[in-house]
């Protein structure tokens, strides 16, 4: 993701630590590796889907914190993350259903 290095700096220059090492993001990750031979089409979209929301929903949390502190640049980098990050949950959610659904909250 193109806004990895400008949360990281932003992170940097608000003073907090950023990720270290492969194992450091071990530690953190909240979303579960899938390391299957092979996951059905319909499978993957679902743990996409899944897992797309979960980080919106990380997202949304993290730019309330930011609110709180009144940390505005980093509540905007968040937004624009998430900004892209919506679509996409649409899409696999439209992809999922067949479109045939109505889009309720996923996140």
């Given at each position: 993701m193109e806004s990895i290095d400008p949360l990281a700096e932003r992170v940097r220059r608000i003073g907090g630590l950023t990720i270290r090492s492969i194992s450091h993001v071990a530690q953190l990750q909240t979303i579960e590796d899938e390391n299957r031979d092979f996951v059905p089409p319909d499978q993957m979209i679902k743990e996409l889907l899944r897992d797309n929301g979960q980080v919106a929903k990380q997202m949304r949390a993290a730019i309330e914190i930011c609110e709180e502190n009144c940390d505005t640049p980093t509540a905007n980098l968040l937004q624009e993350m998430l900004d892209e990050t919506e679509?996409?949950?649409?899409?696999?959610?439209?992809?999922?259903?067949?479109?045939?659904?109505?889009?309720q909250s996923l996140y």
């Open positions: 679509p996409r949950i649409w899409f696999l959610h439209e992809v999922s259903t067949g479109g045939e659904n109505q889009y």
